[in-house]
């Protein structure tokens, strides 16, 4: 048996034992695992399993987007930098050609100026105007083939910019709702606490999870739940403002970074999202068959002075805490009583 069969053996019984489905991005995941390829990832994996945490089908797909898409973001940038020195090395060699093509024909004409004079002849003068048009239509075809060249080069760099930028993009986006994921939320969190932080403006953080939906997923299965994952995600897309941030913070959390806000608006616009959530029903697609409604949580936190992102995330995910121990359903903002107790589903 080969070193990579012996890996995909492993990698199936762990996505078995583990009730991870065989579905591509997951067995990738888990190959990946078995063979070593990424320190980072078997970390993550082995201190869970330390943890006696779950390791589910929800929780490989965040794995996924962590560690996998990223390294293919990191091949894509490292694939399109070997590329672009091609280019400019290509480029930087006609040029060169072209400047001595340039200095010929200096030092043709000024060899030609030198061997006319008062005494020469037509057949003189003929001679160097030929030998001056030579000169000069070999630099014409020079100049020509270098602005083909650098107009091919243009093209080229415009292919490689949108293949990054596409790379870019699926690299900070979930692939399954479409927000942004954790690592574009963790990024684009510290810039606005940053932004807001210098520029002396509000920023709120709203974090909101969907009610008892291990319990709606265990019921109707996973397909119904990334139903769900998306119409959630839908929702608060359409309640954000334009520049609100919205993204899967994880499983079935969700959070939106409101810079310029206060704290009221911001607690208005997670309860207007909440109500849009809750007035969707819900219906099966295969039989048509009604599942009822979606109901969500929220929490929501301001950000004070001296605030990290790690400081702003803690006081949104009590808030969050207190709304489900308040009944679910329903937006907790920092002008309640949010101390933290055990989290609820």
């Not at 004079?117 to 000169?135: F, G, L």
Request: aromatic share 4%; charged share 30%; with cysteine.
């Amino acid at each position: 048996m080969g070193v990579a069969t012996e890996w995909s053996m492993k990698a199936l019984g762990l996505m078995a034992r583990h009730g991870v489905p065989p579905l591509p991005q997951n067995y990738d995941l888990w190959f990946r695992y078995a063979s070593g390829q990424s320190a980072d990832l078997n970390e993550e994996i082995d201190n869970r399993l330390k943890e006696g945490r779950k390791i589910d089908d929800q929780l490989s797909a965040d794995l996924h987007q962590r560690f996998v898409t990223h390294a293919a973001l990191a091949e894509a940038t490292i694939d399109a930098g070997d590329r672009l020195n091609v280019e400019v090395d290509n480029i930087l060699k006609l040029v060169e050609a072209a400047a001595g093509d340039s200095t010929a024909l200096g030092t043709s004409v000024s060899k030609a100026s030198a061997e006319l004079s008062n005494q020469s002849t037509p057949t003189d003068v003929r001679r160097v105007v030929e030998a001056i048009v030579t000169a000069t239509r070999q630099m014409e075809s020079r100049s020509r083939e270098l602005e083909e060249r650098l107009q091919e080069t243009k093209g080229e760099l415009n292919t490689l910019q949108t293949n990054l930028t596409k790379a870019r993009n699926e690299a900070r986006t979930d692939g399954l709702t479409g927000c942004a994921n954790r690592k574009a939320f963790d990024e684009t969190l510290a810039q606005e606490i940053a932004r807001a932080t210098s520029g002396g403006s509000a920023l709120c953080l709203v974090i909101g999870d969907i009610d008892h939906f291990k319990q709606f997923n265990d019921t109707w299965g996973h397909r119904t739940g990334d139903q769900v994952l998306r119409l959630v995600s839908s929702c608060l897309k359409n309640g954000g403002r334009e520049g609100d941030t919205v993204a899967r913070y994880g499983g079935e959390e969700f959070a939106i970074i409101l810079p310029a806000i206060t704290t009221d608006n911001a607690e208005r616009l997670a309860d207007e999202i909440r109500e849009t959530v809750q007035a969707r029903e819900l219906v099966k697609r295969s039989t048509g068959e009604s599942l009822g409604r979606v109901t969500m949580s929220f929490g929501v936190a301001t950000l004070r002075h001296g605030d990290s992102s790690a400081t702003l995330i803690e006081r949104a995910d009590a808030c969050l805490y207190a709304a489900k121990r308040g009944g679910r359903n329903r937006v907790v903002s920092e002008t309640q009583d949010v101390a933290p107790k055990a989290k609820a589903s």
